[in-house]
């Protein structure tokens, strides 16, 4: 009776560590995929997450990320006034969790895609919109020229399974030459609207002066028109009736010199 107990006993061991051994289950984790095999053939539908079983020595599980990944990067190109510039932007991208499978047997897992499929697109659609823009829209129009790297990418990716999220910190350096180009063109600007404005501000001070003296001329002239006999003789006896309010009753007196004599005539 001990003895079979202890086969029995010994069996489970076995059992378990077989088990153990070939591990027939596979978890698939949030954020990730299964892609099958089976004797290296792909099994086009994959794997969701949570708990699966699989056939031991015959079958094997790759585990792909599905999450947002990220791929910074820097390419030279030429504008369209065949200046050279290098941009340097970052992409975020996922795999589709639909299509990993097929991308998986085409291309391979996550490392592979953003090796052989996001970078050289990115060269390529960034070389294509650079030279659909001068150096100074580059600059000018950032936003518009990362939109439409980003669609193109997008064109050109999607077609692997790989959906694109967000083109973002799109840089641009340029020569040193066009930079000092650039500087000297902002530098002229700036002198040309400051001359604008100081142009204007005369203008207004000129046109305020102008104002000022046609108002006195016009001020001048009403008052001239109102200059008649009538009131220089009215004006002149305002002085005299204020000269006589004024006075104070004695006689101016002479110092000096003999008494003036003054002479009467009998009548």
């Keep these: 009776m001990a003895s079979w107990l202890v086969k029995v006993g010994l069996g489970l061991v076995a059992l378990v560590v077989f088990l153990i051994a070939v591990n027939p289950i596979r978890i698939v984790q949030a954020g990730t995929r299964g892609v099958l095999t089976i004797f290296g053939k792909v099994d086009p539908t994959p794997l969701g997450e949570g708990i699966h079983f699989v ?91 990362s939109f439409k790297i980003r669609d193109a990418l997008d064109q050109r990716l999607k077609r692997h399974g790989v959906v694109v999220d ?50 006195e001329a016009e001020a001048l002239k009403a008052k001239r028109l109102e200059i008649t006999p009538d009131l220089l003789r009215l004006k002149q006896l305002e002085n005299e009736s204020e000269a006589i309010r004024k006075w104070d009753g004695k006689l101016p007196q002479v110092t000096g010199g003999a008494t003036p004599f003054v002479q009467i005539k009998p009548q």
């Design 55 to 145: 056939m031991p020595f015959v079958s094997r599980v790759h585990v792909i990320d599905v999450r947002l990944q990220k791929n910074e990067g820097k390419g030279v190109a030429a504008s369209r006034d065949l200046q050279q510039v290098q941009i340097s932007a970052a992409l975020n991208w996922r795999l589709d969790p639909a299509l990993v499978a097929d991308t998986f047997q085409k291309i391979g897992n996550e490392q592979a895609v953003a090796a052989r499929v996001i970078e050289p697109a990115a060269q390529e659609a960034t070389k294509a919109v650079a030279a659909q823009y001068t150096a100074e829209e580059l600059v000018t129009k950032r936003i518009d020229v």
């Design 166 to 215: 967000t083109l973002a910190a799109v840089n641009y350096d340029f020569s040193s030459v066009f930079d000092k180009a650039i500087e000297a063109k902002v530098e002229a600007e700036q002198k040309k609207l400051t001359a604008e404005r100081d142009l204007e501000r005369i203008k207004v001070e000129a046109e305020q002066a102008f104002a000022k003296a046609r108002g």
